[in-house]
Structure formats: structure tokens, C-alpha cells
């Protein structure tokens, strides 16, 4: 193992199942755990911060192990190298802006003396300086994930751990914090730990993303190679594909049928027998006329449900093979499509990605 690396292995058992996870992040890396609420991906900071002792396993921090079942090194959560940012921030409400970026230095025995230097480059970094006699109750959401991040770094600590860092903000702030958080963190350069419940803090956030489900790993990968191949129902509604399972029949000439319950799907492959299908919501073409295409795959069903994702709408059609489409604003207003609107879909066979 790398001395650098920052190494996750911890099983711990949970209410309904138990944690089992192995991983390693390196330095600058930020890696993002996604999954649904309860998947236990809380817990796997928690272990890594201290707060929370694992049943087995090991877990180090470069050279440093804070954690190991083998021979019972459980290091104090003080005493560990780790900044943590709290999905509501939880800054000291009495404290102001540069009392509460200097609080974990001070916690370590640094005097105020020693601890401006650092303080103010990290005001001045997070562009907070202006902030820094105000309190929390002052500050937007934005502002508050700021000085919780700076507090956070400013022990210089071997990995940074982030819970939900954007849940605490409405909409309209999200997506501008999101851009925001993802260009600090490529300046602090810090390896770092984020967990979510949304694909797009993910996408926008992760270089590398790991897929929990129940307590374990289910899928790892850049967001690039979890498109590609999501190779679950699960990692494909995280990620948006359409994806499905069947059975491509045996013999015939390219594009094979793939059989998935009562419909039929043709795409360019060479497996046979169970298969599962995916193709991204780009590759669908959406009409509300029954169109003239090359497109060997066509299905005819009412909109179910549309969906606004800031640029393009997402269109959930009920045909006899249930697909997604991305479409623009101006061919959504075009076709006057509304929920219950009769539309056609179309998908390339060579657009189609099979495997097994």
C-alpha cells in the first residue's frame, strides 16, 4: 500500500445489515459515496473520524493508522488527522467567523498568535475575509459551508470528510455552490471523502464514485465508466441510463434480438442468452409523429413524467419498453409535449451498449 494513501477497510455491523467496504483514496483525490439514505455511507466517516469504531478492519490516514482491529489501536477522534464538514455545518452559533475557522487549531494547543497566519490565508482562500466578525446566524448557506470547510482544513489534516456538504441549500444555490465547493477543493489539494445521495454532487465533485448499496460497494468507477457500464438497475436510475435486462436470441443476422418481457430490442452484438442493455437518454429520439428513420428500434407510448435538469428536460415515456429521453426546452415547446402526450421513440441499434 502506498504510504500517501489514505486506507478505508471496515466492517462494522448496522441495524439491518452489516458494513463491509475497502477502499483507498490518494492525495488530491476526492472520492464520492453515493447511495440512498441508510446505505451506511454516514457511517464509513464516522469510522474514519473516530466518532464510530468499526467491529474489524483498518484504516490509515498516509502512515499514520488511526484504526486496527489486529492489534487494538483505536486512535482518539482529536487526535486523529481529519477535518469533517457536518451536512448542517455545525458551527459554534457563539463563535464568530474567525473564532470557528481556528477553533481546531486552538483545540491542539496553538495560541491565537500562531493560529492568525494560518487563519487568515484560509479566510482570504475561501473569500470570507470580510465575514470574519460575523456569526453564523449572519451568514447565507453558502457562506456557512465556507467557514465550515476552512475550519475543517485548517488543521491540515490527511483527509477531509464531507456529509452531504449541499443538503442544507435550496435549490437555486445548489448548483452555484456546487461549482464553488468543486474549485476549492482543487486548491486545497486535500484527499477527500464525500458522501451524497445525489448523482450530481457526484458527477461534479468525485474524480472517482463508489455505488453503496446495503453496507457494500456495488460499483466503482469515473462517472464515465459507470455510464458506459452501470451494470445494475440501481446504478442506472443514479446515473440516468436506460438500462435493461434480457435475452438476446440465439443465431440471426446483426442487429440481434434482445427479448426483454414482451418487447423487442435490436442492437449490434455478438453475445447470446442473458444479457443486460443500456443506452443514455441523448441516444432517444423523441416525436410526436410516427418518424422516418433508420432506426431500427421504435416504440410508441404517452409521456409519464417530465423532469427540468437546468438545460435539458428528461422525458420518462410509457412504451412497451420504458425509456428516458433528453430533449432541449425549445423541441420540448416544439412538439407541445405535455404529461399523457402519444409520442414516438427511436434508439439506433448501434447506440445500444449489450453486456453480459
Known amino acids: 500500500m502506498d504510504a500517501a494513501l489514505t486506507h478505508v477497510c471496515l466492517r462494522r455491523a448496522l441495524r439491518h445489515f452489516e458494513l463491509d467496504v475497502t477502499f483507498d483514496v490518494a492525495p488530491g483525490e476526492v472520492v464520492a459515496v453515493v447511495g440512498p439514505s441508510g446505505a451506511g455511507k454516514t457511517s464509513i466517516l464516522n469510522c474514519v473520524a473516530g466518532l464510530d ?8 490516514l498516509g502512515t499514520h493508522t488511526v484504526y486496527d482491529a489486529a492489534t487494538g489501536v483505536n486512535v482518539r477522534p482529536e487526535a486523529r488527522e481529519v477535518g469533517y464538514v457536518f451536512q448542517d455545518y455545525a458551527l459554534f452559533p457563539h ?33 470570507i475575509r470580510d465575514l470574519a466578525e460575523a456569526y453564523p446566524a449572519q451568514l447565507s448557506g453558502g457562506e456557512q459551508q465556507r467557514v465550515a470547510l476552512a475550519r475543517a482544513v485548517a488543521i491540515e489534516p490527511k483527509v477531509l470528510l464531507l456529509d452531504e456538504p449541499l443538503a ?9 455552490v456546487r461549482r464553488e465547493l468543486r474549485q476549492l477543493l482543487r486548491q486545497l489539494g486535500v484527499a477527500a471523502i464525500l458522501v451524497t445521495h445525489d448523482y450530481e454532487d457526484a458527477l461534479v465533485l468525485g ?3 463508489l455505488v453503496m448499496e446495503k453496507g457494500h460497494v456495488s460499483r466503482s468507477g469515473s462517472h464515465e465508466e459507470l455510464l458506459q457500464h452501470p451494470r445494475s438497475r440501481f446504478v442506472a436510475d443514479f446515473t440516468g441510463v436506460n438500462y435493461f435486462e434480457g ?10 434480438q434482445v427479448r426483454i418481457g414482451n418487447a423487442i430490442l435490436h442492437a449490434v452484438t455478438e453475445l447470446e442468452g442473458e ?23 421504435l416504440f410508441r407510448g404517452p409521456v409519464r413524467e417530465v423532469a427540468n435538469l437546468g438545460g435539458r428536460l428528461r422525458v420518462q415515456v410509457d412504451a412497451a419498453l420504458p425509456v428516458v429521453a433528453d430533449i432541449t426546452p425549445d423541441a420540448y415547446g416544439a ?3 405535455h404529461e399523457g402526450t402519444p409520442v414516438y ?12
Open 53 to 60: 469504531s468499526p467491529d474489524s478492519g483498518r484504516i490509515c
Open 95 to 127: 463563535l464568530t467567523v474567525r473564532r470557528n475557522v481556528a477553533y481546531g487549531l486552538q483545540a491542539r494547543g496553538r495560541s491565537p498568535a500562531e493560529c492568525a497566519p494560518r487563519v487568515d490565508t484560509l479566510l482570504e482562500l475561501l473569500r
Open 168 to 176: 442544507a441549500l435550496d435549490t437555486t444555490s445548489r448548483k452555484h
Open 207 to 209: 474524480r472517482r464514485i
Open 247 to 256: 435475452t438476446v436470441e440465439p443465431g440471426g443476422d446483426q442487429p440481434r
Open 275 to 297: 444479457v443486460s442493455v443500456s443506452f443514455f437518454p441523448s441516444d432517444v429520439t423523441v416525436s410526436t409523429e410516427e418518424p422516418h428513420t433508420s432506426a431500427r428500434n
Open 335 to 337: 412538439l407541445g409535449l
Open 345 to 356: 421513440v427511436a434508439i439506433k441499434a448501434t447506440s445500444i451498449r449489450v453486456s453480459e
